[in-house]
């Protein structure tokens, strides 16, 4: 079912715009429509940054989680659609929200957040997404793999020019990657 969310007054509440993605060297997102290394902290490090926290994607990264994990738990999940498409969900009270724009995708996001004293909200992809909001965004979590993969097909759009002020860098590696979660504001 598509819902339309209608116009909305804020309660002047100051929500952050969040993004939150793991790249490689060359800004490397994603292959075959999977996400490209295995990084069980990684996937760790997601669920902690964005529980509670309305998250906002598109199509194709909402079919890319597991179905076991679809909804994410905890989370509104908001989901960006072509019009006439629809997400059918195991239940209403479960999600996910579906919309057909970005303004749409934000001002649900903006009033589940407030509504549930939640301070930020984010956009956990894909790639169209990153590129049509990464602009807009307050903050930046990236999880900076110093590894390559030439087969991946989907980029993360350049963000170092826009975020260039560090909050927080933290080393890992795990499997044999080694990679830095790195926070970064305007």
Request: hydrophobic share 40%.
């Amino acid at each position: 079912m598509i819902y339309n969310v209608g116009s909305y007054k804020s309660k002047e509440m100051k929500i952050r715009k969040s993004m939150i993605a793991c790249v490689g060297k060359n800004r490397e997102l994603g292959k075959n429509g999977g996400l490209i290394w295995d990084l069980p902290k990684d996937l760790k490090y997601f669920q902690n940054m964005t529980k509670d926290c309305p998250v906002i994607m598109g199509k194709n990264t909402y079919f890319s989680i597991p179905e076991k994990f679809r909804p994410l738990k905890n989370r509104a999940n908001i989901v960006l659609t072509e019009p006439g498409e629809a997400i059918i969900a195991k239940n209403a009270q479960e999600g996910p929200f579906v919309v057909n724009d970005l303004a749409s995708a934000f001002r649900h996001a903006q009033y589940t957040a407030e509504e549930n004293g939640i301070d930020e909200i984010f956009v956990i992809g894909g790639a169209s997404v990153y590129e049509q909001t990464i602009s807009h965004m307050d903050r930046l979590y990236i999880t900076e793999v110093f590894a390559q993969d030439a087969s991946a097909d989907v980029f993360f759009p350049d963000y170092k020019s826009i975020f260039t002020k560090e909050i927080l860098r933290t080393k890992n590696r795990e499997n044999g990657i080694e990679f830095d979660f790195v926070i970064l504001e305007k």
